[in-house]
């Protein structure tokens, strides 16, 4: 079992910043590469960014590619998305997740979420 613990959200200005924060724990989660995703009101979640414990990967949705950089702390088990340059388009509630195959759309465990708000 791998349980995710979200932090870092809030209320920013359009072309702020904002560093989210993920915990990871649990015995198996190593095994999983770690990614974000997020869910705006009345639309789909979607794919954000995601990379891998040993730090390959970084691949990012076109939508945020240049803006938000993921990365991880091994020995705290810590995944990072920094956002710059937010905008009002970014708002959205923000999910860390854990993956064995983020590749074929599968995710194994999600953390309970964090709000963004990026106002005009």
């Known amino acids: 079992q791998v349980q995710l613990v979200e932090s870092g959200g809030g209320l920013v200005q359009a072309g702020g910043s904002l560093r989210l924060s993920c915990a990871a724990s649990?015995?198996?989660?190593?095994?999983?590469?770690m990614g974000w995703f997020r869910q705006a009101p009345g639309k789909e979640r979607e794919f954000v960014a995601r990379?891998?414990?040993?730090?390959?990967?970084?691949y990012y949705a076109d939508s945020v590619k240049g803006r938000f950089t993921i990365s991880r702390d091994g020995a705290k088990k810590t995944v990072y998305l920094q956002m710059n340059s937010l905008k009002p388009e970014d708002t959205a509630v923000y999910y860390c997740a854990a993956s064995d195959s983020f590749t074929t759309g599968r995710v194994n465990y999600w953390g309970q979420g964090t709000q963004v708000t990026v106002s005009v």
């Open positions: 649990g015995r198996t989660v190593s095994s999983y590469a």
């Open positions: 990379i891998t414990w040993s730090g390959s990967g970084g």
